[in-house]
Structures are given as C-alpha cells and as structure tokens.
C-alpha cells in the first residue's frame, strides 16, 4: 500500500464543534484530493492542495499538506448534522502509470 | 456538473456467473475509471481507460475484464464471478489522467453479492 494509517477511523462530535482528520502518505505526490462520500452515493471532491501549497481553504474546510512529513489533514469548522459522512484523502503516488491512490477513510459523524 | 450513471444498481448472482456492470458519462471526459470499494481498504483501481478502445491495468485487475467501446460507455466483466469479488464498484471520469491534478466523477455505485 501507497498509504500509512490514517490516524483515526471514526470520529463522533456534535453540531458545533471543530473536526481534523488525517492521513499520511508513503510516495512523492503532486496533490493531495480530499472527497466525501455521503451514504449510499459516490464520492465528491471537496478539496484539493497541491505540493506547493501548504494550506487551502473552501468555506469551512481547511486542508494542509506537509510535504516534508508526507501527511495532510483536512479541518471542518463549526460542524453540521450535514457534514456527516467517511472522508477519504488520495494522492497521485506514482504506481507504473501514476494512479490516484485513496486511503481508507475516516468516518465523521455529527449530532444535534 | 459531469454526470455518471451506472446500471445495474443492485445485482446478486452465483458463483461462476457472468456479470457486466455498465458505465457512461455524458460530459465527454476522456477517462474512465473502475473502482471497488471494501471495508477497510478503501477505493481500489481495477481498470481504466483513456479513450474508446483503449484499456490499461489498475491495481486490482485479477477476475476483471473491462472495455471502452465508446468515449461515453465503461463497461466491467466478471465472466466467472467469485464471492471474492462481493464488493461495492464504483465508476469515474475525469477529463485529464490520474493524478493530473484532476477531479475524477464518480457514479453511484453498484452493489454486486456473488453468492
């Protein structure tokens, strides 16, 4: 696998309240993609960074990216019932043909 | 917004079944992707395609054959479905390659239990 853990599974906060998630990588990428995935629906992109970037924002998404620890997160501010849903990250890790390589995911759920 | 749709949604069938599951996006984006998603190993690449009859080999092709036979059409083959293969497949499009810093779209997914 292109990827180290992602530092947690799952996460359980309520309406809100501020959430990070973060994975870490184990190749060289160019971009780093932050996608949703509501229940029952395909991913989306929300946000991406490139390797020149350090910080990237889109309303109350924040994502970083650390070249140098090979990690990103990805920060929602002021949580809503709305922003439930598994998070994943992806880079552009070179395999043989330069695929998009997505981590496993981070469940966020948000309560009233 | 690109649009993928796929068919069937749902689909149950037997060991040793043959299985296609149908792919297109009407926003003439130039690749395809085919993915299947497990619990605890997240989306994996099966095949992809950048272009009407052009195939290339993701990360997990083992059991899976695909064709592009047209720049709106995707299809994936089992031809002799496994339990294994018991999975959640998701199909994309983007308008540039992998990791071009492009967004891929992606379709609704179709569920497929090999019994």
């Known amino acids: 696998s292109q990827w180290g853990e992602e530092n947690l599974q799952a996460l359980s906060i309520q309406e809100g309240e501020d959430v990070t998630m973060n994975c870490s990588y184990k190749?060289?990428?160019?971009?780093v993609h932050w996608y949703r995935q509501d229940s029952g629906r395909g991913p989306a992109l929300i946000i991406l960074?490139?390797?020149?970037?350090r910080e990237k924002r889109s309303g109350r998404l924040r994502a970083t990216l650390d070249t140098s620890s090979q990690s990103s997160s990805l920060s929602i501010t002021a949580a809503q019932c709305e922003d439930t849903a598994v998070y994943f990250c992806?880079?552009?890790?070179?395999?043989?043909?330069?695929?998009?390589?997505f981590g496993t995911g981070t469940t966020v759920s948000v309560s009233p | 917004e690109a649009a993928v749709t796929q068919s069937p949604r749902n689909k149950v069938t037997v060991t040793g079944g043959n299985v296609t599951l149908s792919c297109r996006q009407t926003?003439?984006?130039?690749?395809m992707y085919w993915y299947r998603q497990d619990t605890g190993h997240g989306l994996r690449l099966i095949h992809y395609?950048?272009?009407?009859?052009?195939?290339q080999i993701g990360d997990v092709p083992d059991g899976y054959k695909a064709t592009r036979t047209t720049q709106e059409d995707f299809f994936l083959l089992l031809e002799l479905a496994s339990p294994s293969q018991t999975s959640l497949y998701f199909c994309?499009?983007?308008?540039?390659?992998?990791?071009?810093?492009?967004?891929?779209?992606f379709g609704p997914g179709t569920r497929l239990l090999v019994l």
């Open positions: 994309a499009s983007s308008a540039e390659g992998l990791g071009n810093q492009d967004t891929q779209y």
């Open positions: 992806a880079t552009d890790a070179y395999q043989g043909g330069r695929a998009l390589i």
């Open positions: 190749t060289y990428t160019t971009v």
């Open positions: 926003n003439s984006h130039n690749y």
């Open positions: 395609s950048y272009g009407a009859g052009n195939l």
């Open positions: 960074i490139r390797s020149n970037e």
